[in-house]
């Protein structure tokens, strides 16, 4: 699904999920449009994907 970003010169453009990712890991966008809102970089949590941390607790979704 298409994404609103808006880049650091305040030009506005539809990107890819996968741009999306590049843009935000490259700090060429200033916000997105997240659920019909604008999430501003440095200010609103962003989505991290990949992320390394493991969680080491039990299982709680599992039925035993």
Known sequence: MPTFVKYKDTTIGYVSSDQLQTLLESKLIISYQRSGKWVVLGMDSIRE???????????????L
């Open 49 to 63: 994907q990949g992320s390394q941390t493991k969680y080491n607790g039990p299982d709680r979704r599992r039925k």
